[in-house]
């Protein structure tokens, strides 16, 4: 069942539109929640009158920060550590009167039906005393009075280092030191589904159906957030529309469940509009990155250095984990005897930076693979040969975090496919000297991603299996199907190792944290990893005592080696008695009846590196600005395939989303408030399908070693590499160097026009 | 906040329909929320992302911009009206088929954009294609399963003619 | 759930001017995809609207004895572009319309509604400047004819007077035969996006003394309404058609036309681009007079 293209287990469900998501699923007469958001980007709540609004026809219930738990709680979508020191920052309450970003969370009002709570919010009355604004992260860090966040007196969250070798050596000895600086923007998931939640009591308990990657750690927030015991809350998870890491936290879950707590457990829903979504939900963090690197003669790496400045906003979520992760990176791949990295995460008045798909690795490959091809050029050396002579061929692994490690390693395969397909030596030349309006060029980036978080963060996940009467095996994960087919893989697994059909295998695809085995959900590209780990092993366990309560069913002299076949236990090569049929017996014999039923809660300390790559060509329109691409291929390296369509498909959402990170997309904040601009899906420049060019997704499959299955990382990766390497190909192309993303129409007609490729002075070249 | 509500009476998916609705009820609320039709997905409310699609009199909208009492006399399909007993249309098949399917939130609105599209039995280009499924927002699939679906059936019409 | 204080419905054009004299705080409504979103935004919440969607006499197209072509205001975008009127006579609107937003959109909007919103990025503006369109109203009492120039007032305004309603846009006959159109959108994404600049060329071209006779240059979003480049228009009018032409077109449009900085495009860009794409749309323009197939 593994390697196979078989079609998704939702598929179905969904192109009937008979799947259920969380709006889908609302009582009827359920009551409607809407947020005060804050009107300035920093400063204080002086006064608030609600009474107008509390006194509309159909309000049920306001409340302000004055109404909430005083304490403060941490959301990102972490594993929790029993350890204080590893615990998230705990900096958020769920409602406050210190506004820290424009938009921020002052008040909700509950009310019969949505216009109602609309109308009510405009009768609000609040007088703030505003602070200056800071959304610059390099400013930032100086300080502000008062802080952002009162024990963090300079701004800074958090800053970490780290060493290997001497970098000042190292850049000595050098014969070319090159130095960079690229810049990454706010940009934000796009999932077609807001976050939506509703949540109602049952006796003394919360009930919150939500649309969440974390259904476990949703709940341990809401426990932690209104201060009760965790069991007292239970989380459901239906179908959801994409998540891209923004549902990799906990977002207004929290204020959902104390609202419900307000109004006697009725039923509350809170959906977020789309406005809401992109200014009070969770970015890609903005980094800006300051690169240092020195080469000998032969263009060997010997020394590199990169500083990182991390816009994290207004508050903590994810935290420093996203800079920290692009140091990570800064010190796998490239061979490099002497390495330096350093990076700060700074709150600032803006919109809050999460997780989002590759967690820091789209913002330092950008730049890492921007400053390879800059690199390059200083040294005369075509790019992709300056990379393999500095790429690591096979096993290598990390200097700090063991066991993160490259077990297997196709990057050399992964590049020749791509450069193949772009035919890189041939355009290359072709390219060299262009003359003209209309340019063209190739370039190219890599990337390597860790699988999962051990051991950063703890990697646990749960599975239980159980026997069906028909033979069939019911199959239950605290992992979460959020689009990228986690039901399909999972079940494919079961089959897989059950010796069953697809068919056999029937997936619970809805968490519900009072019957779901624990597992901390969609992230990290971990599930197909760990949870994958834990489907094998509960799988075996099914295994091992179906066989077990056959040898009681069959004779005793029966001594051969008992084995699962497609619905059989075989004794040897010979079919001794069906699946079914033992089932039958295990339900309903008088004499041994024993429901076979298998659980595993399995922690994984395992970490493999996948890899692979981004080779683009484009055409640029000087003088209007606009990029085309013309082609465009990842090839990636994630170990064996589980299903080839559905990792397909997983490269073409990511290469996608890599292209709009680097040619449209992103989040304009005001200067003043920090309030964003185009937060809204016109303005917001997601591409659409005609602005998206036909794309190819190749793999170099190697079994990887410490894979359950030999797969390794794939559903965040194929959003890296595309925009360093259309960026790549514009150099190529233009000979501009752009340092910043996305490379929008008015920075090229800006810089095209500063090197003289266009106006007055530069007709008289083309 | 009460209103006068006014009668709408319509077809929806091939069914008459008789409801009274708010005069600010989108007709996206209408087919959600009174006729529980929940494939009609909101996505931005404005007519950007294209979850809401419908079919109108053979054309397609955006159900969140529609008030509900502009359905009167009106020809309304929805997802749920393209299954018949289990068996689903081409287009729905082809969307399984080419892996045009990931989160399902965006499929419905799409499929309906699709189906138009055929039913008009013209043989378009990949490129004009594209154009016409380009009111429909995705973040998971990169548009190119979908067209590629779209393409296919629109090819096997083709070549049936 | 629309904030919408009192929903009036007409059936012709007589009962929607009574309803909006009775009801002049009424706002009109017609495909809903620009008056539904200022309601969801706030800036049009509670309003009282008279709707005009299933007024019959709104819609459709004609060409009229005269030559003149008829274009109800009604008529949604998807039907101008699919209408064999508009693509055998004014292919330039059909094109231009077909640029609005994504085909969900283009099945609701109205050109009526376009142009009504006073909103300087509208497509079909530029080339119904350039087609010296006449918007023609009704008011209970024989209504007005407008020339689209003296139409839009400023930014979000337009020349409506309390109790009229825009009933249809009329091209000349005159204003078409023998000419030539072009409309380039510039924006930042092929669909689903208002134009960041647009220019709309119309030329008459006398391919045997390859002169340039007459020309009409109309941008959106250079200035606060669409902006007919009158200055370049004379300048280039009865010139040779050469390389000379074109750069004289970019030229002097960067010089008539002035747009504004604003955080979706600096003025500096806007300029570059608008004198681009008015050479381009010219290029074009030349291009269909000698013989050039419709894309």
Known sequence: ?766 | MKKERVLVQCTVNGKEVAEYVDPGESLLEMLRNRLGLTSVKKGCEVGECGACTVIVDGETIDSCIYLAVWAEGRNIRTLEGLEKNGELTRIQEAFIEEGAVQCGFCTPGFIMSATVLLEKGEVLTREAIKKQMSGNLCRCTGYQNIVNAVEKVMKENADQK | MYDIENYYNAETIKEAVTLLKEHPEARIISGGSDVLIKIREGKLAGTSLVCIRDIKELKGIIKMDSGDIYIGAGTTFSHITSDPVIQENIPVLGEAVDQVGGPQIRNIGTIGGNICNGAVSADSAPALFSLNAMIRTADGSGGRTVPIHDFYLGPGKVDVKPGELVTHILIPEKEYTGYHGHYIKYSMRRAMDIATLGCCVVSRINPSANILEDIRITFGVAAPVPLRCVKTEEALKGSPVNEKLYQAIEDKVREEIHPRDSWRASREFRLQIGGEIARRALERTVELAAGGERK
């Open chain 1, 1 to 766: 069942m593994i390697g196979k293209s078989v079609p998704r287990v939702d598929a179905y469900e969904k192109v009937t539109g008979r799947a259920k998501f969380t709006d889908d699923m609302v009582p009827p007469g359920c009551l409607v929640a809407k947020v005060y958001h804050a009107a300035i980007g920093n400063g204080i709540v002086k006064s608030i009158d609600t009474s107008e609004a509390e006194a509309l026809e159909g309000v049920v219930k306001v409340v302000t920060f004055k109404d909430v738990p005083d304490h403060c709680y941490p959301t990102p979508g972490h594993p929790w550590s029993v350890e204080p020191a590893h615990q998230d920052v705990a900096d958020r309450n769920i409602l406050t009167g210190r506004i820290r970003y424009y938009g921020d969370d002052i008040a909700a009002v509950v009310a019969e039906d949505e216009r109602t709570a609309v109308r009510a919010l405009k009768l609000i009355k609040v007088e703030y005393e505003e602070y200056p604004v800071e959304i610059h992260p390099r400013k930032s860090m100086y300080g502000s009075h008062p802080p952002i966040h009162f024990d963090k007196k300079d701004n800074v969250l958090n800053r970490t280092n780290f060493f290997i070798g001497n970098v000042d050596e190292g850049l000595e000895q050098s014969d070319t030191v090159v130095k960079r600086s690229y810049k990454t923007s706010m940009v934000q998931h796009c999932h077609l589904e807001n976050p939506v939640s509703f949540a109602y009591m049952e006796k003394d308990r919360i009930v919150v159906v939500t649309s969440t990657q974390i259904p476990h750690i949703v709940r341990r927030v809401i426990g932690q957030a209104l201060g009760i015991p965790w069991g007292r809350v239970r989380v459901i998870k239906p179908y959801i529309g994409g998540g891209f890491g923004n549902k990799q936290d906990v977002l207004y879950e929290p204020l959902n469940a104390f609202l419900t707590m307000q109004v006697g457990g009725r039923p509350v829903k809170l959906e977020l509009t789309r406005e809401e979504t992109f200014c009070n939900t969770r970015t890609r963090h903005a980094i800006e990155y300051d690169l240092t690197a020195g080469v000998d003669k032969e263009g060997r790496l010997l020394a590199k250095d990169m500083e990182a400045y991390s816009n994290q906003g207004a508050y903590a979520s994810h935290g420093h984990a996203i800079a920290a992760n692009g140091l990570t990176a800064w010190r796998l791949q490239y061979a490099c005897p002497n390495i330096r990295g350093e990076a700060y995460t700074i709150y600032t008045n803006t919109p809050v930076g999460g997780a989002m798909r590759a967690y820091g690795i789209p913002e330092a490959a950008f730049a890492i693979e921007c400053f390879m091809d800059d690199i390059a050029a200083e040294i005369h050396m075509d790019p992709l040969e300056f990379r393999r002579k500095n790429l690591i061929r096979g096993y290598y692994e990390d200097a700090y975090l063991k066991p993160i490690a490259a077990n297997s390693n196709g990057i050399f395969q992964c590049l020749e496919k791509g450069a193949e397909y772009i035919r890189w030596e041939e355009k290359r030349k072709e390219y060299a000297a262009q003359t003209g309006n209309i340019r063209r060029g190739v370039g190219v980036a890599l990337f390597c991603y860790k699988t999962g978080v051990w051991p950063i963060s703890l990697e646990i996940a749960g599975a239980r299996m159980s026997l069906n009467q028909d033979g069939s095996v019911q199959l239950q994960l605290g992992a979460t199907e959020i689009g990228q087919g986690a039901d399909t893989v999972f079940t494919q697994m079961a089959a897989e190792t059950l010796h069953l059909e697809m068919k056999d295998i029937h997936i619970v695809t809805v968490q519900d944290t009072d019957v779901t085995p624990f597992d901390t959900g969609a992230y990290a590209s971990r599930q197909s990893f760990i949870t994958g780990t834990a489907v094998k092993q509960c799988a075996e366990q099914l295994r091992d005592k179906i066989l077990a309560y056959a040898k009681t069913l069959l004779p005793k002299e029966e001594t051969r080696e008992l084995s699962l076949d497609h619905g059989w236990i075989l004794a040897g090569d010979e079919e001794a008695i069906s699946l079914g049929a033992l089932a039958q017996e295990c339900y309903y014999s008088l004499t041994n009846s024993s429901v076979i039923t298998a659980e595993v809660s399995t922690q994984v300390k395992k970490n493999t590196i996948a890899t692979g790559c981004c080779f683009a060509e484009v055409e640029v329109d000087l003088k209007l600005g606009q990029i085309k691409i013309l082609h465009i291929i990842n090839v990636h390296d994630s170990g064996r395939l589980l299903n080839p369509q559905l990792a397909e498909m997983q490269v073409h959402g990511g290469m996608s989303m890599g292209m709009g990170y680097g040619l449209s997309e992103q989040l304009i904040l005001d200067e003043k408030t920090g309030r964003p601009l185009n937060g809204n899906l016109l303005d917001y420049k997601l591409m659409t399908a005609l602005d998206t060019p036909d794309m190819e997704a190749e793999f170099v499959e190697l079994n990887d070693p410490v894979g359950p299955y030999g797969n390794k990382a794939l559903g965040e990766p194929p959003a890296i590499p595309g925009a360093p390497a259309i960026r790549n190909a514009v150099l190529h192309a233009t000979g501009v160097a752009f340092n910043e993303i996305p490379l929008t129409p008015q920075r090229l007609i800006k810089a095209f026009t500063e090197a003289g490729l266009i106006g007055k002075e530069g007709e008289q070249h083309v």
